[in-house]
T-cell receptor
Framework: DGGITQSPKYLFRKEGQNVTLSCEQNLNHDAMYWYRQDPGQGLRLIYYSQIVNDFQKGDIAEGYSVSREKKESFPLTVTSAQKNPTAFYLC????????????FGSGTRLTVV | AQTVTQSQPEMSVQEAETVTLSCTYDTSESDYYLFWYKQPPSRQMILVIRQEAYKQQNATENRFSVNFQKAAKSFSLKISDSQLGDAAMYFCAYRIFGAGSYQLTFGKGTKLSVIP
């Protein structure tokens, strides 16, 4: 079955460490996205990519980095520069046409300890 | 910049009753898409319904329907015959038509509780 796989489901990070969240899709979608979800804040866009080897900053990109070396994969690195990284992170993809919504992964809960 | 506002942080409904969740948006565009997503306690985001702004007819998906008022920039979701499984966070979202970028802008969500 086609879908998006995010791993791990739960991730704990010590302060000062970088961590990478995985996002893989087998839907043959062109566009992929990373959102951060905090209580009462809705979903805020971190980065997005419309084609391989290209990506753009979203509204809250500071302290995060991404790569898009393969169409199927869009990993997110949370760097030590991110001041408050504890949050729920959602990855999504879409066919790259306006009329479609997103297909979402099941999310990664990141906690700084 | 486009914004999406959901003015009801929390709502509740009796099982089998009808509830309406509100959403307003701000845009200068004439063509766009609007979406409602459901996020149950599992936190999996599920697309509930979609509306194209150029269509006057309100979208319907089984017990879910929308009231799209383009002039008022309003996009409310009506859930009929509410079921316990409808309890979730509901997010309204907006996407520009034909802009070459496909990201959605989300509201902050409405938490819906269903009372047995």
């Amino acid at each position: 079955d086609g879908g998006i796989t995010q791993s791990p489901k739960y991730l704990f990070r010590k302060e000062g460490q970088n961590v990478t969240l995985s996002c893989e899709q087998n839907l043959n979608h062109d566009a992929m996205y990373w959102y951060r979800q905090d209580p009462g804040q809705g979903l805020r866009l971190i980065y997005y990519s419309q084609i391989v080897n290209d990506f753009q900053k979203g509204d809250i990109a500071e302290g995060y980095s991404v790569s898009r070396e393969k169409k199927e994969s869009f990993p997110l690195t949370v760097t030590s520069a991110q001041k408050n990284p504890t949050a729920f992170y959602l990855c999504a993809s879409s066919p790259g046409q306006d009329r479609y919504g997103y297909t979402f992964g099941s999310g990664t809960r990141l906690t700084v300890v | 910049a486009q914004t999406v506002t959901q003015s009801q942080p929390e709502m509740s409904v009796q099982e089998a009753e009808t509830v309406t969740l509100s959403c307003t948006y701000d845009t200068s565009e004439s063509d766009y898409y609007l979406f409602w997503y459901k996020q149950p306690p599992s936190r999996q985001m599920i697309l509930v319904i979609r509306q194209e702004a150029y269509k006057q007819q309100n979208a319907t998906e089984n017990r879910f329907s929308v009231n799209f008022q383009k002039a008022a920039k309003s996009f409310s979701l009506k859930i009929s015959d509410s079921q316990l499984g409808d309890a979730a966070m509901y997010f309204c979202a907006y996407r520009i038509f034909g802009a070459g970028s496909y990201q959605l802008t989300f509201g902050k969500g409405t938490k819906l509780s269903v009372i047995p």
